[in-house]
Nanobody, 127 residues
Framework: QVQLVESGGRLVQAGGSLRLSCAASGRTFSSYAMGWFRQAPGKEREFVAAIGWSGGITYYANSVKGRFTISRDSAKNTVYLQMNSLKPEDTAVYYC????????????????????WGQGTLVTVSS
């Protein structure tokens, strides 16, 4: 069983950058596709980005495309979300997720059915 622990969330000014990390425990990390979701106050959880098990395929929400980059380091069992040009509307709790579903374009519709979730890390972007 894989467990996920996010870190890196903090207060940052608009236009700034931040990198989130998601450390996974367990020997089967490399078999999972990984992704990031976020939930702003009063809103539903939404898809942000996903990366395939090999790291060769990525998929992004339109709202973050060109600003955010997802990557994974299998040697460290860690997935990253590099966030640049942050906006106040990026303020949310960011959650890491893992699933064996390799069709990444399906991830936005599977918010309530992904296999594993982390506890979340808060990102606050001030204007």
């Amino acid at each position: 069983q894989v467990q996920l622990v996010e870190s890196g969330g903090r207060l940052v000014q608009a236009g700034g950058s931040l990198r989130l990390s998601c450390a996974a425990s367990g020997r089967t990390f490399s078999s999972y596709a990984m992704g990031w979701f976020r939930q702003a106050p009063g809103k539903e959880r939404e898809f942000v980005a996903a990366i395939g098990w090999s790291g060769g395929i990525t998929y992004y929400a339109n709202s973050v495309k060109g600003r955010f980059t997802i990557s994974r380091d299998s040697a460290k069992n860690t997935v990253y979300l590099q966030m640049n040009s942050l906006k106040p509307e990026d303020t949310a709790v960011y959650y890491c997720a893992a699933d064996h579903l390799s069709l990444l374009s399906s991830w936005p519709d599977r918010t309530d059915r992904l296999e594993l979730w982390g506890q979340g890390t808060l990102v606050t972007v001030s204007s």
